[in-house]
């Protein structure tokens, strides 16, 4: 197998987050034994495109368009990248997560601004 497919793969195996060939393979719905035949002779054609489009396709997904950046912080973008990234019961975990946390930090904001009310009635009397 020539440098350029092992790059390939090495960037499918990335993007993918698989851990082997043989995960490629199943990925782009070719039969596992044709890795033997990639070690061997290189990729074929076919596998090159199904690998690319693979890549490019599953990379799409987890770039945040350009006009939505305009609008969100670097956290706002990295934190969407990374649900993006997520496999889908994942993300609902993730989510989740997120919701609860941000309910709590408006529940600690209420409670700081109600006992600073207090204290400056209490103070004003």
């Not at 034994?33 to 076919?46: A, D, P, Y």
Request: charged content about 35%; overall charge positive.
């Amino acid at each position: 197998m020539n440098n350029e497919d092992k790059e390939l793969l090495e960037s499918a195996k990335m993007v993918l987050n698989v851990a082997s060939y043989k995960d490629i393979a199943k990925a782009i719905g070719m039969k596992e034994n044709c890795v033997i035949n990639w070690s061997n002779r290189g990729l074929s054609k076919l596998a090159k495109l199904k690998i690319s489009q693979m890549i490019s396709s599953k990379d799409s997904q987890t770039k945040i368009p350009k006009t939505i950046n305009s609008y969100l912080s670097d956290k706002e973008i990295e934190i969407l990248q990374a649900y993006r990234e997520l496999e889908k019961e994942d993300q609902e975990i993730f989510y989740h997560k997120l919701k609860a946390a941000a309910a709590e930090a408006r529940k600690k904001a209420k409670e700081t601004s109600s006992n600073v009310l207090q204290e400056d009635v209490k103070s004003a009397v």
